[in-house]
């Protein structure tokens, strides 16, 4: 057996060296060790984790409705006789959400995560006379598919639909067919894409568009279904993949899709088929805090508003974006690390996202904020960063 120490090492002598913390997030804060610190690094977009009254709420319910009979272990692939209906009533309840915005019937399909999602569904669908085509920034998970696929794949430079362009005008002839794909709200730089021209530019070459709105769901659009949503372009998008371990504070993933589209992954997805389902008070939940995030107006102008109040407040910095994440770039692994550790002692977690995750000189702290902090707070984090960041 290979001895990983060298290798260790030289992640350590790097700045590369990953470890696992063992922390406890509540909302807006998170504690460690014994000591609480403000969470900067949580996907809790609404802060619906740490909502205890909800989460009575549903307990009672299901206990009520069921008799809290089978909520545990689904024991087996979807497939297989692990499809408990938890399942199938959360794919109806988001695939009538999401028809009721487009302007044709969409269909639902659940997924164990959204890594799972991503990396399952383009490299079942796309063969080796196909072309997928993605923004530079995508996530890892994406790109997995990438890995997988026996599609030929290319990348077009983040957000810059002239690049877009020249390499649809240059190569789409090449192949059957071509799938544009892009995450909306891009997670580690905070920025929106342009859907709206990505839709005109995928009705010109007749491609197909993958979004994956992951960091949206929840908090953009009406009843938090999304950018697209927002755009009211549902009907061009033809597999919109959304998350719901983030400001659904839940587990799993879905993809809104056309039947044929679920149809054919039902018989070709991997990471769909060979793989057991997830616990089926998991899809309860994501269904009954789905309902309850749609209805969160209120929570998500506050959040829009602090995440203006922490860019204002940070303006000496370079920051990116324009949503609720909020990416600080510092410039070396080294300089992101040592901010990040600088805000520990004030009781702040602001997670470093360093190089190879982000661009090499590009390192940063990727703050994201939650509607459960007041705007004082976010003003004092603001200050607290500008002191460690001198
Ligand atoms: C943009 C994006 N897509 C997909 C995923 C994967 O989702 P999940 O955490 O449900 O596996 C993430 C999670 O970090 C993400 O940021």
Redesign the pocket.
Known sequence: MKNFTPELLSLKDAGLYRRLVQSQAAGRFVERGGEIFVNLAS?DYLGLSSNTALQREFLERILSENGGRFLMGSTSSRLLGGNNGAFCQLEDFLARAYSAHSPEQKKCLAFN??????SGILSALATSKDLILCDRL?????VDCLRLSSAKWMRFRHNDMAHLRQILKKNRGEYESVYIVT?S???MDGDIADIAEIVKIKREFDAALYV?E??AVGVFGKYGLGVCQELGVLGEVDFL?G????AIAS???FLICSENVREMLVNKCRTLIFTTAISPIAAMWSKFAFEKAMGMDSERSHLRRISGVLRNRLSSLKTLGSTQIVPVVLGENSAATSVSERLLKQKIWAGAVRYPTVPKGEARLRLSLNADMPRELVEDVADKILECAQ
Do not use: P
């Open positions: 996907n995560s959204g890594y799972h999602a991503n995508i996530h890892a998970s994406l995450e709200v891009f997670s994956d992951a960091h993949m998350t719901l371990g983030k587990e799993g993933a």
